[in-house]
């Protein structure tokens, strides 16, 4: 429920940066044009709309906190745990294959003494 | 002839995994860039909330400290370890309930680790390192016979000394793609962690003192005050004010660490996405692009 929620606001944010964008661009064009009470109407809309936003944003921010971080933290600890695992089988593996270089070197010559 | 021989061995060897490293080293840097920065002003604060934790409680009878380990150096000094086993354990700690600042920067060390160890299983060297191990040893193998050894024993040492280059070569590619597919699994599997994580980490530190929305919120109030002042000696005010919440706004924005553990969860679904792929690519670029911004930005302020 909270899930749909945040997606829902964050749809709401996203048309919401479009209309922001072409406020302040409309303003600043009638201002340019000397319409100084149109620019002002439309740049005091935009304010209020980035006002909305923050009210939103507060809104998913409360909705946010509500969640617990410990578990995402552990869950992120123990999956750091595997690529150490996964990087020291590797390296076990490396060190492995050095080990039986040397041990075929010694039988080597072990064999060269021998015949 | 099987699928397999589509690419035949001497092109498979040439085949390389996506070479995810240069992403992690980036989003590396992003994070100890933000931890840096972000210590010194939450750290205090997750002191505070420990004190705080700790007095409660104390007044609940509660024990708040545990020795774990041997924490005995006879012990230690008996199997071969000059230095005993010993930590401290805070039980109080509040690493439960509401999101606060201990739990952010326990998820930040989280973070820290995770990308050093991704760090670590990217780096291709070890893949390198198997191959030519392999063949070292099928070398040192082939070195067995010189004609004085049994005939069984000369055999294998002549199938070595043929082989060494391609099984060496092989073994090489093998242990490449066992290493990017555990990356690929691993770096999968944390990408919804690391979203939900930075989500709330970024909530939380939009709250504390210097945030964005305070910013804005100022931003926004300095330029309704100029449209509405109604003096030219009012307009000048307002329009000092505005420039600086306008510098203020900017600053923040630079230094903002919730917007750097978010750009951070951005680089993370782009290496999560595979180079490979031309979505993937293009986003790591995107991220790329947009950490270069923020680092501009910073210059500037």
Redesign the interface.
Known sequence: MSGEALNELGRIKQSQQTALARLRAHAIALRAVGDEAGA?RL??QA?AL??QN?TL??A??KL???????P??A???T??????T??AR??A??DA??Q??RL??I??RI??VL? | MTRFSACSLVLLIGCAAPDMTPAIDEARLLLADTNTSLQPAIAPVAAAELAAAEQAAMAEGKVILDLAGDCDFEVARANGRMVSDCTLVENARP?????NAT??L??MD??E??F???G??A?AR??A??GA??K??LD??G??D?G??ADG?ARIAAAARERSELVGGVAGFV?NQ??AK??R??VR??DP??G??A???A??L??QPGNM?AA??QL?AA??AL?LASNPAARATAASELRAAFTAFRKAEAASPATRILLLRRMHAAIAAGPSGVDGFEAVLETLEDIRALIDLAEET
Do not use: F, H
Not at chain 1, 79 to 84: D, G
């Open positions: 002002n740049a005091l304010i980035s006002r923050l944003a507060t998913r921010r946010l906190l509500r969640e617990p971080l410990a995402q933290t869950a992120l600890k999956l750091a745990l595997q690529a150490e996964a990087t590797m390296q593996l490396i294959l050095e039986a270089t075929v070197n039988i080597g064999l060269a015949q | 690493t439960t309930g509401p999101v739990q952010v326990d998820a989280a973070l680790t995770y050093a160890a991704l670590a299983l780096d070890t893949s390192e198997v191990r392999t070292a040893l040192a193998v070195k067995l010189a004085k050894g024993l242990a066992a290493r555990a990356l699994r691993v599997r944390a962690v690391i939900r994580m989500e709330i980490a909530a939380w939009d709250t929305p804005q919120e926004l330029q309704e449209i």
